[in-house]
């Protein structure tokens, strides 16, 4: 099992900048691949960004320029750096990770709000 505890979150202001992490533990040596996805109020989640165990990284087209996702194998956490944040990049956002075995693991998510 794999155990996945986000942090981070919170309310900003438009333009403002967030890092949200996430720390995992358990069968954390299984996992292939990390990422983060968001929830807003009546939408179906979405991916925000992806980063490999090898580093290859993958984002949205929204948030391409804007969020920079970064691993830290020895940790065994997962950062996401939010920068120029728009109130449409307000939900929740999960961390997410996915085991060698194709297993997904979330964790309990963390609110991030951007006001205009």
């Known amino acids: 099992q794999v155990q996945l505890v986000e942090s981070g979150g919170g309310l900003v202001q438009a333009g403002g900048s967030l890092r949200l992490s996430c720390v995992g533990s358990?069968?954390?040596?299984?996992?292939?691949?990390m990422g983060w996805y968001r929830q807003a109020p009546g939408k179906q989640r979405e991916l925000v960004a992806l980063?490999?165990?090898?580093?290859?990284?993958n984002y949205a087209d929204s948030v391409k320029g804007r969020f920079t996702i970064s691993l830290d194998n020895a940790k065994k956490a997962v950062f996401l750096q939010m920068e120029s944040l728009k109130p449409e990049d307000t939900a929740v956002y999960y961390c997410?990770?996915?085991?060698?075995?194709?297993?997904?693991?979330w964790g309990q998510g963390t609110q991030v709000t951007v006001s205009s």
């Open positions: 997410n990770a996915l085991s060698i075995t194709n297993n997904a693991y």
């Open positions: 358990g069968s954390i040596f299984n996992i292939n691949r």
């Open positions: 980063i490999a165990r090898s580093g290859s990284t």
